[in-house]
């Protein structure tokens, strides 16, 4: 039962960003969805030490039991490193994600959903959160940055069309 409900948990949180990507598409207008070459992976390990490993570890392991809800019914924080479904997103995704939180992007498409993530769009400016999810991706094994590239050219020529 309690497994069942953990892949339910994680199929719910994999349809609610599938949604949000075509919120973002429609959000982001023109934009191209891809992050700036310019980010700052030294700034962005820094942001991320002050504003991210408190949940999602100093090295990117995430909370125990991340894929099964707690009692209050959402997910522990995901782990950002190669073990995490981080890299399963495109960059647009990551972004609006980051920005907004979970609870409002999916408020945003008619979606009652809280992952328990925040926004930090009030806290964080746009290349900041561009430099964290820098950082993020430059700890990844080579082909797993690969795979995310491949989804974030995927969805930017879904949002192009």
Known sequence: MIRGTAILGVGLVLVALARAFFWTADAAGSGLGVMPEDVDIAAGEALYAENCAACHGANLEGQDDWRSPGEDGRLPAPPHDETGHTW?????????????????????????FDGGMPGFGDQLSDQEIWNILGYIKSTWPERVQEMQAVRTEGETRKREN
């Open 88 to 112: 399963h997103h495109g960059d647009q995704v990551l972004l609006e994600y980051t920005k907004l939180g979970g609870r409002a992007l999916m408020a945003s498409q008619g979606m009652e």
